[in-house]
């Protein structure tokens, strides 16, 4: 098995580069990784010291790229099919930008607010801090999630007629939405709700959650 993704499972970036490799059916190893504790080895090769870490041992070392964007875009690369970005320029740029906006500002909002509160403090046995998580809910996400609804409307997917790399990054962000005991709102975002659950139902993302809902209901239940 010439590619190995370094990283913790419950990692919405981890995720994303899974999606893509189950996606486009290649095999990989998953070497879980504890950002919080990594080994010098994995330092070595993640700069930022972030997860994950893709190495390909089909390459002549050095053969490991950090950033999950940066891993994705080289997969797309290397396995164009089926594709996952866009072919148009303007449909690529667009794509580009949602996986942007989730991994930025959703993944901030998300992560920090909601995520680190209730389920990573529970693995570090420390008690979340309830009022961080109500003003995530009540404060920032509402705008956030505002505009995903305007932008997905009525469509299938965010660009286009196609999954791709926008709704990966999405989709996963949302994961880690669901771990931390939220949906959004039918009431109030209906379209971006539905949206949600088929991209949750496909294969890709249902595989994934299935195996991280066992581990984070331990810590949930902590």
């Known amino acids: 098995m010439s590619l190995i993704v370094y990283g913790g499972s419950v990692s919405p970036f981890v995720r994303k580069v899974r999606v893509v490799l189950?996606?486009?059916?290649?095999?990989?190893?998953?070497?879980?990784?504890?950002?919080?504790t990594p080994p010098p080895e994995f330092l070595a090769i993640s700069p930022l010291k972030r997860i994950p870490v893709l190495r390909d041992t089909d390459q002549p070392e050095p053969n490991t790229l950090p950033d999950s964007s940066?891993?994705?875009?080289?997969?797309?690369?290397?396995?164009?099919?089926?594709?996952?970005?866009?072919?148009?320029?303007?449909?690529?740029?667009?794509?580009?930008?949602?996986?942007?906006?989730a991994d930025s500002a959703v993944a901030e909002t998300i992560g920090r607010g909601l995520f680190f509160e209730r389920i990573v403090k529970r693995m570090l046995r420390q008690e979340p801090d309830e009022e961080v998580c109500t003003r995530t809910l009540t404060q920032k996400i509402p705008p956030l999630f505002d505009y995903l609804e305007r932008e997905i409307g009525t469509h299938q997917f965010f660009v286009g007629e196609r999954f791709s790399i926008a709704d990966?990054?999405?989709?996963?962000?949302?994961?880690?939405?669901?771990?931390?005991?939220?949906?959004?709102?039918?009431?109030?975002?209906?379209?971006?709700?539905?949206?949600?659950?088929?991209?949750?139902?496909?294969?890709?993302?249902?595989?994934?959650?299935?195996?991280e809902r066992s581990v984070i209901a331990r810590f949930r239940a902590a």
Request: with cysteine; hydrophobic share 40%; charged share 25%.
């Open 70 to 101: 940066v891993i994705c875009d080289y997969l797309e690369h290397k396995y164009p099919e089926p594709p996952l970005y866009p072919k148009g320029a303007f449909d690529r740029a667009r794509a580009l930008w949602f996986e942007e906006y």
């Open 168 to 211: 990966i990054a999405v989709g996963s962000m949302f994961v880690n939405f669901d771990h931390a005991g939220e949906v959004p709102s039918k009431q109030r975002w209906p379209q971006l709700s539905a949206y949600i659950a088929r991209v949750h139902a496909r294969p890709s993302f249902a595989a994934l959650l299935d195996e």
């Open 22 to 36: 189950i996606e486009k059916g290649i095999d990989y190893r998953l070497d879980q990784v504890n950002p919080f």
